[in-house]
């Protein structure tokens, strides 16, 4: 999750109140936010990705405020009208087709002003914009621009001074040359023609989503800001505009409304008016399990920075335009039952007729995770969300059609994964400058898209070990794999060569019991050693658990 960092000085005057870094530290967590490190008068936080409205020290002090009853309820903003026009033309359209606009004028360029200007950019990149994919930030010196604005598309060929350098380069060389350019380059790969601000005076003003010109660089002198957010989602783009125009008028920015016009349409931005929702009060309570008042509910919404009346039977809540997150009614009833407090909830027996008791394969892999640590291997847990790259390419494997979330709050974690061993790896990989030996195992799930289920896919669970040091090879996989089974009692299984990409040729294998495949191990190849930045050979295996345990108790073996 994104760690922001602020001066506790800072977040106070932002707060409205001085509090001791003490009650800041104890009471912080209460909003979901973890507490990652304090030096001096700094704090390091780490903010839910689902929270995108707290990924500045403005965003934090607004919540924050609220939540401690010192400026609580609906916090509203206002947008000026103005005479600022930019024009999108049709060449974007197959592109980077969206664009919406601000201008935040009267700010003052201080130290913690432009270092929460960096952060919420960063921040709000790598999460609610995907890597800049759905949605990139750009900030310009108003004062240095000319107005109309356009927003067209430009050959590769097409040359001008980015940020940070000191001569003209070609969009194409940008984008193979320059730091932001070989970090964001994937995102316009395969395009003839690539997005370019321009204003009036035909100065080029930046290259969406990739850098920003010269021309209207943001300095110590800055003291108003024409601000651009580019994208390929327009709900994505309006959600990110209105949380950076909200934070920035925190610090006293004066907000003022932008034209974009469409070859077919006109729009004016920022939108930052209010949402509305109703809830009831009867679903509130029976989810939380206790016995609100309306007025309690509503005490505790606009705790959290709503507002709220009755309406009939109902709550009419007014959500403000910086919380993205409230899709649902639901989300509404978790900040209902944040603000009441989780730790004055009394947990209670479920009163039902039937008794429970632990699954039989929960508890054969209570038994098997025992087991293992019996070998010396160290146990670890991995999340069954990962991404293409890793479950695929890193491991030279041939890509596979795989359950995709909807709606995921970060490129790294996007799909769900349908094999273990790269979650394996990945451990490996973000321990690398550790001390070696290291052998991992993991009795966890992967689920696999499955026609014949009444979902479409199913939930395997599966054992996985890597052995990663100096002398791992296909040998000592083998023996461990073998001392496992005949642990466990099964006998009559055949070990077959096996051809695996991820493997080295020649030294992979597959488990056969009753003509079924029940797992492989092998010797990892080396270029998938160097995909994942290994300084050791490793030798791995993966056993389908759901098999193994049937087999056992079928007496089949």
């Given at each position: 999750?994104?760690?922001?960092?602020?001066?506790?000085?800072?977040?106070?005057?932002?707060v409205?109140?001085?509090?001791?870094?003490?009650?800041?530290?104890?009471?912080?967590?209460?909003?979901?936010?973890?507490?990652?490190?304090?030096?001096?008068?700094?704090f390091?936080?780490?903010?839910?990705?689902?929270?995108?409205?707290?990924?500045?020290?403005?965003?934090?002090a607004?919540?924050f405020s609220s939540f401690?009853?010192?400026?609580t309820?609906?916090?509203?903003?206002?947008?000026?009208?103005?005479?600022y026009f930019?024009k999108?033309?049709?060449?974007?359209?197959?592109?980077?087709?969206?664009i919406v606009?601000?201008?935040v004028t009267g700010?003052?360029?201080?130290?913690?002003?432009?270092?929460s200007?960096?952060?919420?950019?960063?921040?709000?990149?790598?999460?609610?914009?995907?890597?800049?994919?759905?949605?990139?930030?750009?900030?310009?010196?108003?004062?240095?621009?000319?107005?109309?604005?356009?927003?067209?598309?430009?050959?590769?060929?097409?040359?001008f001074?980015?940020?940070?350098?000191?001569?003209?380069?070609?969009?194409?060389?940008?984008?193979?040359?320059?730091?932001k350019?070989?970090d964001?380059?994937?995102?316009?790969?395969?395009?003839?023609?690539?997005?370019?601000?321009?204003?009036?005076d035909?100065?080029?003003?930046?290259?969406?989503?990739?850098?920003?010109?010269?021309?209207?660089?943001?300095?110590?002198?800055?003291?108003?800001?024409?601000?651009?957010?580019?994208?390929?989602?327009?709900?994505?783009?309006n959600?990110?505009?209105?949380?950076?125009?909200?934070?920035?008028a925190?610090?006293?920015?004066?907000?003022?409304?932008?034209?974009?016009?469409?070859?077919?349409?006109?729009?004016e931005?920022?939108?930052?008016?209010?949402?509305?929702?109703?809830?009831?009060?009867?679903?509130?309570?029976?989810?939380?399990?206790?016995?609100?008042?309306?007025?309690?509910?509503?005490e505790?919404?606009?705790?959290?920075?709503?507002?709220?009346?009755?309406?009939?039977k109902?709550?009419?809540?007014?959500?403000?335009?910086?919380?993205?997150d409230i899709?649902?009614?639901?989300?509404?009833?978790e900040?209902?039952?944040?603000?009441y407090?989780?730790d004055r909830?009394?947990?209670?027996?479920?009163?039902?007729?039937?008794?429970?008791?632990?699954?039989?394969?929960e508890?054969?892999?209570?038994?098997?995770?025992?087991?293992?640590v019996g070998?010396?291997?160290?146990?670890?847990?991995?999340f069954?969300?990962?991404?293409?790259?890793?479950?695929?390419?890193?491991m030279?494997?041939?890509e596979?059609?795989?359950i995709?979330?909807?709606?995921?709050?970060?490129e790294?974690?996007?799909?769900?994964?349908?094999?273990?061993?790269p979650?394996?790896?990945?451990?490996l990989?973000?321990?690398?400058?550790?001390?070696?030996?290291?052998?991992?195992?993991?009795?966890?799930?992967?689920?696999?898209?499955?026609p014949?289920?009444?979902?479409?896919?199913?939930?395997?669970?599966?054992?996985?070990?890597?052995?990663?040091?100096?002398?791992?090879?296909?040998s000592?996989i083998?023996s461990?794999?073998?001392?496992?089974?005949?642990n466990?009692?099964?006998?009559?299984?055949?070990?077959?060569?096996?051809?695996?990409?991820?493997?080295?040729p020649?030294?992979a294998?597959?488990i056969?019991?009753?003509?079924k495949?029940?797992?492989?191990f092998g010797?990892?190849?080396?270029?998938?050693?160097?995909?994942?930045?290994?300084?050791?050979?490793?030798?791995?295996?993966?056993?389908?658990?759901?098999?193994?345990?049937?087999?056992?108790?079928?007496k089949?073996?």
């Open positions: 999750m994104p760690v922001i960092t602020f001066d506790v000085n800072d977040f106070c005057k932002l409205g109140k001085d509090i001791q870094v003490k009650e800041i530290e104890e009471k912080l967590p209460m909003l979901g936010v973890g507490v990652e490190n304090i030096e001096k008068d700094e390091s936080v780490e903010v839910n990705p689902n929270r995108p409205d707290m990924l500045s020290v403005e965003g934090l607004r919540a401690m009853d010192i400026n309820g609906l916090k509203t903003y206002k947008a000026e009208k103005s005479i930019v999108a033309d049709s060449t974007t359209k197959t592109i980077r087709p969206y606009c601000a201008v700010v003052e360029m201080t130290d913690e002003f432009i270092k200007l960096m952060q919420i950019q960063e921040k709000l990149h790598v999460t609610h914009c995907r890597k800049r994919k759905k949605a990139a930030i750009g900030v310009h010196d108003l004062d240095k621009v000319k107005f109309p604005i356009l927003y067209t598309a430009k050959d590769t060929a097409f040359k001074i980015p940020l940070g350098e000191e001569k003209e380069m070609t969009l194409d060389n940008i984008l193979k040359h320059t730091p350019g070989k964001y380059g994937w995102i316009l790969k395969g395009m003839d023609k690539y997005p370019i601000l321009i204003d009036s035909n100065k080029v003003m930046a290259m969406p989503p990739i850098i920003n010109s010269t021309h209207t660089m943001v300095d110590e002198k800055t003291k108003n800001l024409f601000i651009d957010i580019t994208g390929t989602d327009d709900k994505t783009i959600e990110v505009l209105n949380i950076v125009v909200t934070s920035l925190d610090r006293d920015g004066k907000i003022q409304l932008v034209k974009v016009k469409y070859p077919d349409r006109e729009i931005t920022p939108k930052i008016g209010t949402n509305m929702m109703n809830l009831e009060p009867n679903y509130v309570n029976k989810l939380l399990g206790i016995k609100l008042t309306n007025y309690e509910m509503i505790y919404l606009q705790k959290m920075g709503f507002d709220a009346v009755e309406v009939g109902n709550i009419q809540v007014v959500i403000p335009c910086y919380r993205t899709m649902h009614a639901m989300d509404l009833v900040d209902i039952a944040i603000a407090g989780y909830f009394k947990p209670e027996i479920p009163n039902i007729s039937t008794i429970g008791e632990e699954d039989q394969l508890s054969f892999s209570t038994k098997l995770r025992t087991l293992l070998y010396g291997l160290q146990e670890v847990t991995t069954i969300l990962t991404n293409k790259d890793n479950l695929y390419k890193k030279k494997m041939e596979k059609d795989v995709e979330t909807a709606n995921p709050k970060t790294e974690y996007n799909i769900v994964r349908n094999w273990f061993l979650s394996l790896m990945e451990v990989w973000r321990n690398r400058h550790r001390e070696y030996s290291q052998n991992i195992f993991e009795v966890g799930d992967v689920i696999e898209l499955s014949s289920s009444e979902t479409g896919a199913k939930t395997m669970r599966r054992l996985g070990i890597v052995l990663c040091h100096s002398k791992a090879n296909f000592e083998k461990m794999v073998e001392s496992i089974l005949s466990l009692g099964v006998k009559d299984y055949k070990i077959e060569e096996s051809t695996l990409p991820c493997f080295i020649g030294r294998a597959k056969v019991i009753n003509e495949n029940l797992g492989r010797e990892i190849n080396p270029e998938v050693v160097s995909n994942w930045e290994l300084e050791m050979p490793a030798a791995a295996c993966e056993i389908c658990v759901n098999s193994l345990f049937n087999s056992i108790n079928s089949t073996i």
